[in-house]
């Protein structure tokens, strides 16, 4: 739906002040597509049933259509038959999950990101040399859980700049922090802010945690919400980064901006008297939810999406070294 390629329709006289603009990048990130690929080549290696550990990534419908395939998604290793295949998710768990996997006798393939196992590899090492990490994130998502588990008496969670008078440390000039890796990075550098303003010396994470697709997609939507009376982000309602770019939106100067899993949930309301309307997707979403979205528009009348363009992804990461061992002696690696 794009007019990247070929030529725009003609517009009716009544369609001719409206436009879509379409953000890039959106949609599957590198780690998304890493383990939504896992659990596929999994069930092709070694058959129905493999059991995925918690939604292997916060898309509904990815979750239904790996679920056709053969997945069982499940919310806690108990669930799983001893001696079975289990993936862990791509927001990663914590050292206590890979415990209790290995005394069940579970082979586990780990679809962790990346990014996270680098947030985890952070906490390690803060909580090594005995500092108090404040983790800046939502209590109860996974991706939290997973690395407040790798060193949970040195770690306490920060959710926002409100949590900060009531923080608790051994040593003020011994505090450093982290984060998520799907939040806002203007609200995460908000809440950095007023933790060091109470603790001077807090020190930083080596890199960035906010994933590079996080950031680039909310600098996408900064660029195609000023001045439009619609943003549109598609998503599932469990998906931090999602979640995040509708605020993105709104803080970046959309009239108006909602969530939507798939076209289904678009309230035809929102389009009365809308005349540019843009559109996103979070890093769990594939394009065909998005393609949905811009037909929706197109029968009522908005013209073809003139994607804008704010970044290029071209990263990419390799299966885990558990599934690649076995495609290869297989004979498919």
């Not at 939040?183 to 908000?190: A, C, F, G, K, R």
Request: aromatic residues 4%; negative net charge; glycine residues 6%.
């Amino acid at each position: 739906m794009s007019t990247d390629l070929g030529t725009p329709r003609v517009l009716a006289p009544d369609e001719a002040e409206r436009a879509v603009l379409l953000a890039a990048p959106r949609g599957y990130c590198a780690g998304v597509d890493r383990a939504v690929v896992t659990v596929e080549k999994a069930l092709d290696l070694y058959g129905a049933p493999v059991y995925v550990r918690k939604q292997i990534v916060h898309n509904k419908h990815v979750v239904a259509d790996l679920e056709a395939r053969g997945a069982v998604f499940v919310e806690e290793l108990s669930e799983v038959p001893e001696g079975r295949t289990v993936v862990f998710s791509a927001h990663g768990v914590s050292p206590a999950v890979h415990a209790e996997a290995l005394e069940r006798d579970l082979k586990t393939i780990d679809a962790t990101c990346p990014l996270v196992t680098k947030v985890h590899h952070e906490a390690k090492r803060f909580a090594g040399d005995d500092y108090d990490i404040l983790l800046i994130g939502h209590a109860g998502h996974e991706e939290v859980e997973g690395t407040a588990g790798e060193a949970p008496e040195h770690i306490q969670l920060v959710e926002g700049p409100g949590d900060v008078d009531a923080i608790v440390v051994r040593d003020p000039s011994k505090v450093a922090w982290l984060s998520q890796t799907t939040l806002s990075v203007d609200e995460t550098l908000e809440t950095v802010a007023a933790i060091r303003q109470r603790f001077p010396e807090l020190l930083d994470p080596p890199s960035d945690d906010i994933c590079y697709a996080t950031q680039n997609r909310q600098l996408a939507v900064k660029e195609i919400a000023q001045d439009c009376d619609l943003l549109i982000v598609v998503g599932s309602g469990n998906s931090s980064n999602s979640v995040r770019l509708v605020e993105v939106a709104l803080e970046a100067g959309a009239r108006a901006s909602y969530r939507v899993d798939d076209a289904s949930e678009i309230d035809e309301a929102w389009l009365d008297g809308v005349r540019t309307v843009s559109v996103t997707s979070g890093a769990s979403v594939p394009e065909s939810l998005v393609e949905e979205v811009l037909a929706y528009l197109s029968e009522r009348g908005y013209p073809d999406a003139r994607a804008v363009h704010s970044a290029e992804e071209s990263l990419i990461f390799a299966l885990p070294k558990e599934l690649r061992r076995d495609l290869k002696a297989a004979g498919r690696g």
